[in-house]
Nanobody, 122 residues
Framework: QVQLVESGGALMQPGGSLRLSCAASGFTLTSYSIGWFRQAPGKEREVLSCINYNGRSTYYVDRFTISRNNAENTVYLEMSSLKPEDTAVYYC???????????????????WGEGTVVTVSS
């Protein structure tokens, strides 16, 4: 059974940096792609980044970096130069495919975590 558990959300000041974690179980990150998404209040869910089965990354926000720890089966999202507009619930998700081609369409993801809240405010 696929499970994704996000953590690391926090209240941050503008300009700060934060790392989010997503622990995956039920599949291995070296077999399938996984991505980070966010949903701000009143807005649609959007893709931030994806990393495919062999570690190749695709980015949609240049201040954010995706990485993974294969031994811990965990994927990370490093966020820098945080802005108030980065305030959102952050999710990891997978479609259990090897590539990142579908990640621009969040509705194509099959499994989602419950999200972690990031608030950026002074």
């Amino acid at each position: 059974q696929v499970q994704l558990v996000e953590s690391g959300g926090a209240l941050m000041q503008p300009g700060g940096s934060l790392r989010l974690s997503c622990a995956a179980s039920g599949f291995t990150l070296t077999s399938y792609s996984i991505g980070w998404f966010r949903q701000a209040p009143g807005k649609e869910r959007e893709v931030l980044s994806c990393i495919n089965y062999n570690g190749r990354s695709t980015y949609y926000v240049d201040r954010f970096t995706i990485s993974r720890n294969n031994a811990e089966n965990t994927v990370y999202l490093e966020m820098s130069s945080l802005k108030p507009e980065d305030t959102a619930v952050y999710y990891c998700a997978t479609n259990r495919k090897t590539s990142c081609l579908d990640y621009a369409s969040p509705n194509r993801m099959k499994y989602w975590g419950e999200g972690t809240v990031v608030t950026v405010s002074s």
